[in-house]
């Protein structure tokens, strides 16, 4: 289904995002980790690419086979960081065949960048990279003149892009993505609903309509928070949630802890009427399927009526 069609359809949609493992093995798992999320219907799934598009065949041979083993809507991530227009083509032409109808246009990290959901660290975003598209945009534009059916999505940073401190400058970046053809906008992770409802009011003075989906990863171990804090530069840990973690004796309960936290923004962000939310499953589905449990649901086609 394109990806507009989804939003227009389904109020709030929720979608998973994947990266493709490096090995068969770990494809194997992860696939098995797709089937049991298959199971909480979600409206959407996307699969990332690997920093510097590292991953790309493994990308196109997941999102192949999710497109042609389930019924779920598929979103392929696309980065242009030193991609040349002839690649991008062959790379659209292969996904046009096989029936994936909507990409994430992405400028995207050299190799090295951060991990699905973090936002770049401003050193990495600001190196000139290679390559014939220089913004998301010139992306998106391309996308929209070689296959114009196709959705589009594109990033937004409800914390502020790293490259980019003027607020104002920004808003103008994102809607130059919008003006290019995008459909709807996934944030980066955010852990203050404030944050997300302050961008979005930003976007919408500045003219932007699209849906925007809102990006939540739950923290389930303390390792896992730190390499978020070290990658994901500048975003803020509320110290409500410090404190909470802080009191956890085990990674055991630092992931009940990020469940239940993740599970109240979902129900707030539902009551302000959210396009969307988009959880960065990290591969694993015990946390997405946790926060489901909490809202006491059991697929996303009921999550609407959530009551807080």
């Given at each position: 289904?394109?990806?507009?069609?989804?939003?227009?359809?389904?109020?709030?949609?929720?979608?998973?995002?994947?990266?493709?493992?490096?090995?068969?093995?770990?494809?194997?798992?992860?696939?098995?980790?797709?089937?049991?999320?298959?199971?909480?219907?979600?409206?959407?799934?996307?699969?990332?690419?690997?920093?510097?598009?590292?991953?790309?065949?493994?990308?196109?041979?997941?999102?192949?086979?999710?497109?042609?083993?389930?019924?779920?809507?598929?979103?392929?991530?696309?980065?242009?960081?030193?991609?040349?227009?002839?690649?991008?083509?062959?790379?659209?032409?292969?996904?046009?065949?096989?029936?994936?109808?909507?990409?994430?246009?992405?400028?995207?990290?050299?190799?090295?960048?951060?991990?699905?959901?973090?936002?770049?660290?401003?050193?990495v975003a600001e190196t000139p990279i290679n390559?014939?598209?220089?913004?998301?945009?010139?992306?998106?534009?391309?996308?929209?003149?070689?296959?114009?059916?196709?959705?589009?999505?594109?990033?937004?940073?409800?914390?502020?892009?790293?490259?980019?401190?003027?607020?104002?400058?920004?808003?103008?970046?994102?809607?130059?993505?919008?003006?290019?053809?995008?459909?709807?906008?996934?944030?980066?992770?955010?852990?203050?609903?404030?944050?997300?409802?302050?961008?979005?009011?930003?976007?919408?003075?500045?003219g932007i309509t699209v849906p925007i989906v809102?990006?939540?990863?739950?923290?389930?171990?303390?390792?896992?928070?730190?390499?978020?804090?070290?990658?994901?530069?500048?975003?803020?840990?509320?110290?409500?949630?410090?404190?909470?973690?802080?009191?956890?004796?085990?990674?055991?309960?630092?992931?009940?802890?990020?469940?239940?936290?993740?599970?109240?923004?979902?129900?707030?962000?539902?009551?302000?009427?959210?396009?969307?939310?988009?959880?960065?499953?990290?591969?694993?589905?015990?946390?997405?399927?946790?926060?489901?449990?909490?809202?006491?649901?059991?697929?996303?086609?009921?999550?609407?009526?959530?009551?807080?």
């Amino acid at each position: 289904m394109h990806i507009a069609r989804v939003y227009e359809q389904h109020r709030p949609a929720f979608s998973f995002e994947f990266f493709p493992p490096k090995t068969p093995a770990g494809s194997e798992r992860l696939f098995r980790t797709v089937e049991e999320l298959v199971e909480l219907a979600p409206n959407a799934v996307s699969v990332t690419y690997g920093a510097g598009g590292s991953t790309k065949h493994l990308t196109h041979e997941l999102v192949a086979r999710v497109r042609a083993e389930t019924s779920l809507t598929v979103v392929s991530h696309l980065t242009c960081v030193g991609a040349s227009r002839a690649e991008t083509a062959q790379i659209l032409d292969k996904y046009a065949s096989a029936g994936i109808e909507n990409i994430m246009a992405l400028r995207g990290d050299p190799p090295g960048g951060p991990a699905p959901g973090a936002r770049k660290p401003a050193a990495v975003a600001e190196t000139p990279i290679n390559g014939e598209f220089p913004y998301a945009a010139d992306l998106v534009a391309f996308i929209k003149d070689r296959y114009p059916e196709m959705g589009i999505g594109v990033a937004g940073f409800p914390e502020g892009h790293p490259a980019t401190p003027n607020r104002l400058t920004e808003i103008e970046y994102l809607k130059a993505k919008v003006d290019a053809g995008a459909d709807y906008i996934c944030t980066q992770l955010f852990f203050d609903n404030r944050d997300f409802l302050d961008f979005r009011e930003r976007c919408e003075l500045a003219g932007i309509t699209v849906p925007i989906v809102a990006g939540i990863m739950p923290i389930t171990s303390r390792s896992g928070m730190t390499r978020m804090a070290e990658l994901a530069a500048g975003s803020r840990f509320p110290a409500r949630l410090l404190k909470a973690v802080e009191r956890a004796e085990t990674d055991e309960y630092v992931e009940n802890v990020g469940v239940h936290w993740a599970t109240q923004q979902v129900m707030e962000l539902i009551d302000a009427d959210v396009a969307g939310i988009h959880f960065y499953t990290l591969n694993k589905s015990d946390a997405t399927r946790r926060i489901y449990e909490h809202l006491g649901v059991t697929n996303s086609s009921r999550l609407a009526a959530v009551p807080s």
